[in-house]
């Protein structure tokens, strides 16, 4: 995983996804599409009438992480806002954990950065 300066700029890549208010705390709940990853996968999806979007729950901190990933927001802003915002246990060290969330949804193809040419 490389490592993002902090001047980076995190970007969702899908506009399917809903935030609700539970207990005075964002909840962002992603619609993923689900594709087969060969003819088997096809057949047994057919034959098992399997969803083809799948739904990706993700917890305050995380919820926070996706409301700011807007084109806008750098990520030295969203950890100054995590910090503020999320209890320190939950976080620390701040820049670590951001970095390691980011890099698994930009895995997920969910977020790219406004610096790239995608």
């Not at 806008?72 to 954990?97: K, N, Q």
Request: glycine share 4%; hydrophobic share 35%.
């Amino acid at each position: 995983m490389s490592e993002r300066p902090s001047t980076a700029t995190p970007i969702r890549t899908t506009e399917d996804w809903d935030c609700e208010r539970v207990d005075g705390s964002r909840k962002v709940t992603i619609q993923r599409p689900r594709q087969p990853r060969n003819r088997l996968d096809e057949f047994l999806f057919d034959l098992f009438d399997t969803p083809t979007e799948r739904e990706l729950e993700l917890d305050a901190v995380g919820s926070v992480v996706w409301c700011h990933c807007d084109g806008d927001t750098t990520m030295a802003e969203l950890a100054d806002e995590l910090a503020a915002t999320v209890p320190e246990e939950r976080i620390e060290p701040v820049g670590d954990t951001l970095s390691y969330f980011l890099a698994q949804l930009a895995e997920l193809n969910l977020i790219r950065y406004a610096d790239d040419n995608q």
